[in-house]
């Protein structure tokens, strides 16, 4: 079926642009990865992500010229200082690129199943597949350098159980012992100390090199909310007789010099928040203990205020685009002429 007299609905007009947004973005931050990656090995992968987003915003472009939609401004060569001394580790940008494909997988999945038009589909059902190769082949680096952190180890069970007492679901009061973790359970805060240990680090590198006082004060905050959860979900861990996952790797080096627009380190920062929000959701969703349910909700509260002051940050300096919307019919009726 032709495509030519069927419009893009809001889910995909919506999906479209998003991506072009963070794909814009990404290609800045792997254009400077290429400039200063030594190892071959985390080089290939690099190039690897860089053709990914280079080609999926490319078709993404002509989805929004055919359309006759305006591009977005969102980032450009403007935003990245390719000639800036390294500032992370060979490591770090391996360990980044796994985390950030599977942040892309998990995104690719939903634009492609908000979408209906067959060419939209086929352009995330394309771009999900390459997405899936780039985890597959930043996994199987890490675990060569032995640099992956694996989740925690358990004995296999016997046999099969149910539950059989309501306080399976308890863990608020202070005065009981708690069950031992479920491996859903665990799965989840590894997942989040994971996430937020790649915040953290991330968040002291933008503040290491934000010209801007206001601006690393944001990112210093966002440091010190990651490792809250860390210390938090670790103490968890640990209080269940279970290792925490540690990096041993030193990420970032002692380079101030401006690598990224402050415009786009703050849009990367209410990316990774917004991630944060859907992981912590998901997770309450997933546990059954109380005390977890309890731990998620108030830390995605949290992370969210964090969010609305990025985005207020962004407003204040005119540099927080607006996605396509609807028009304001009630505007329309008193603006009439």
Do not use: C
């Not at 358990?154 to 863990?171: A, Q």
């Not at 929000?277 to 992370?303: C, H, K, M, P, W």
């Amino acid at each position: 079926m032709s495509n030519k007299n069927i419009h893009l609905t809001s889910s995909e007009i919506a999906s479209v642009w998003t991506s072009y947004m963070q794909n814009s973005m990404s290609i800045q931050i792997l254009n400077y990865f290429l400039q200063t990656v030594e190892d071959s090995e985390v080089k290939g992968v690099v190039k690897k992500a860089f053709a990914i987003s280079s080609t999926h915003l490319s078709q993404l472009t002509k989805v929004f010229e055919a359309e006759e939609i305006p591009l977005p401004d969102a980032f450009n060569e403007s935003d990245v200082n390719l000639n800036a001394s390294k500032l992370y580790t060979d490591p770090f940008m391996l360990t980044y690129l796994n985390h950030m494909s599977k942040a892309g997988m998990l995104g690719y999945s939903g634009f492609l199943s908000m979408s209906t038009r067959a060419d939209i589909r086929k352009i995330f059902k394309e771009t999900l597949s390459l997405t899936s190769d780039l985890f597959e082949k930043s996994s199987e680096v890490l675990l060569e350098k032995g640099l992956y952190i694996r989740s925690p180890y358990i004995d296999y069970p016997k046999h099969k159980d149910f539950v059989d007492s309501k306080r399976y679901l308890s863990g608020m009061n202070p005065f009981s012992t708690k069950r031992p973790l479920n491996t859903i359970e665990l799965s989840h805060l590894h997942m989040n100390i994971q996430n937020n240990m790649i915040g953290a680090k991330l968040s002291i590198s933008f503040a290491q090199f934000s010209p801007r006082k206001e601006v690393q004060k944001l990112m210093l905050r966002g440091k010190d909310i990651s490792e809250k959860h860390i210390k938090i979900f670790t103490s968890i861990l640990l209080t269940n007789d279970t290792q925490a996952p540690i990096s041993a790797d030193v990420s970032i080096t002692d380079s101030t010099e401006q690598v990224f627009s402050d415009k786009l380190l703050l849009f990367h920062q209410g990316m990774l928040t917004a991630s944060g929000t859907g992981n912590y959701a998901t997770s309450a969703a997933a546990s059954q203990r109380s005390d977890l349910i309890v731990n998620y909700e108030r830390f995605s509260f949290e992370i969210a205020q964090y969010a609305k002051d990025i985005a207020d940050e962004m407003i204040q300096k005119g540099w927080l685009e607006q996605p396509p919307g609807t028009s304001d019919k009630k505007k329309l009726a008193r603006d009439k002429r």
